[in-house]
């Protein structure tokens, strides 16, 4: 079995790290390991959601916000949660003699997700896609942080770095992801580094009767995306 905790989600925290939880008729502040407010993704009041116990005796709170349950399954809430499943998936891809670094700053000004130590040398860069809708629009923020990342990769590709972007999509309900066509510099940066040999891959959350949440590749996804006209036709 799990060592999950179940609650009932009453409310997210003027501090944008912290939530309200009720847990056997008891309230309690429960950490949110995302800088953004969940409520612009996921509809959360009311709903059954997945905590964990938190480690260590320094701790804030006694429990961290994991993921809320709705008709269609699981929506994953902790977004560091999106390395982590990745990671067991790229480890088994490479002998173990090779290491695999996080957050290990590749350029200057930019830090990747992981760096696996091969040859050459490959830059593993994770986006969360959290949403509870069947169909998800990407960026869902239109932000220069990551336009700066896909200008860096663009460089780490010019300098024999291999790149692999990876969407990994945090909720079993969604079914589309489609690029945003407002996004123009967005897109045709992203254009760009596949063209330099960038990897696009596409992940979906799964999890098992006993809530082990895991990720597997969705070659279809990622087909569906590269061959998106907005993705085409950008100049």
Same mark, same amino acid.
């Given at each position: *079995?799990?060592?999950?905790? =179940?609650?009932?989600? %009453?409310? /997210?925290? &003027?501090?944008?790290?912290?939530?309200?939880?009720?847990?056997?008729?008891?309230?309690?502040?429960?950490?949110?390991?995302? +800088?953004?407010?969940?409520?612009?993704?996921?509809?959360?009041?009311? &709903?059954?959601?997945?905590?964990?116990?938190?480690?260590?005796?320094?701790?804030?709170?006694?429990?961290?916000?994991?993921?809320?349950?709705?008709?269609?399954?699981?929506?994953?809430?902790?977004?560091?949660?999106a390395n982590t499943?990745?990671?067991?998936?790229?480890?088994?891809?490479?002998?173990?003699?090779?290491? %695999?670094?996080?957050? &290990?700053?590749?350029?200057?000004?930019?830090?990747? !997700?992981?760096?696996?130590?091969?040859? @050459? @040398?490959?830059?593993?860069?994770?986006?969360?896609?959290?949403?509870?809708?069947?169909?998800?629009?990407? @960026?869902?923020?239109?932000?220069?942080?990551?336009? =700066?990342?896909?200008?860096?990769? /663009?460089?780490?590709?010019?300098?024999?770095?291999?790149?692999?972007?990876?969407?990994?999509?945090?909720? +079993?309900?969604?079914?589309?992801?489609?690029? !945003?066509? +407002?996004?123009? !510099?967005?897109? +045709?940066?992203?254009?760009?580094? %596949?063209?330099?040999? *960038? =990897?696009?891959?596409?992940?979906?959350?799964?999890?098992?009767?006993?809530?082990?949440?895991?990720?597997?590749? !969705?070659?279809?996804?990622?087909?569906?995306?590269?061959?998106?006209?907005?993705?085409?036709?950008?100049e």
């Amino acid at each position: *079995m799990s060592n999950f905790v =179940r609650g009932i989600f %009453i409310e /997210e925290c &003027k501090n944008r790290f912290l939530c309200l939880v009720q847990i056997k008729k008891e309230k309690h502040l429960c950490y949110v390991a995302s +800088s953004a407010r969940l409520s612009n993704f996921v509809d959360l009041t009311g &709903k059954q959601v997945l905590l964990i116990k938190n480690k260590g005796s320094r701790t804030r709170t006694e429990y961290s916000l994991y993921a809320v349950k709705n008709e269609n399954g699981y929506v994953v809430l902790n977004l560091s949660a999106a390395n982590t499943l990745l990671l067991e998936v790229i480890r088994k891809e490479y002998s173990s003699n090779i290491s %695999i670094q996080k957050e &290990k700053f590749t350029l200057e000004g930019y830090k990747s !997700d992981h760096l696996v130590v091969s040859v @050459p @040398p490959t830059i593993v860069e994770v986006k969360s896609i959290l949403s509870d809708k069947a169909v998800v629009r990407f @960026p869902s923020v239109n932000g220069e942080r990551s336009i =700066r990342q896909l200008k860096a990769l /663009e460089e780490a590709l010019l300098k024999g770095y291999q790149v692999r972007y990876c969407l990994v999509l945090l909720s +079993s309900c969604i079914d589309n992801l489609t690029l !945003d066509e +407002s996004a123009a !510099d967005f897109n +045709s940066r992203l254009k760009k580094c %596949i063209e330099l040999g *960038m =990897r696009l891959e596409a992940y979906r959350l799964n999890a098992t009767r006993k809530l082990r949440f895991f990720i597997e590749r !969705d070659s279809h996804l990622e087909n569906s995306i590269l061959g998106n006209e907005v993705l085409l036709n950008v100049e």
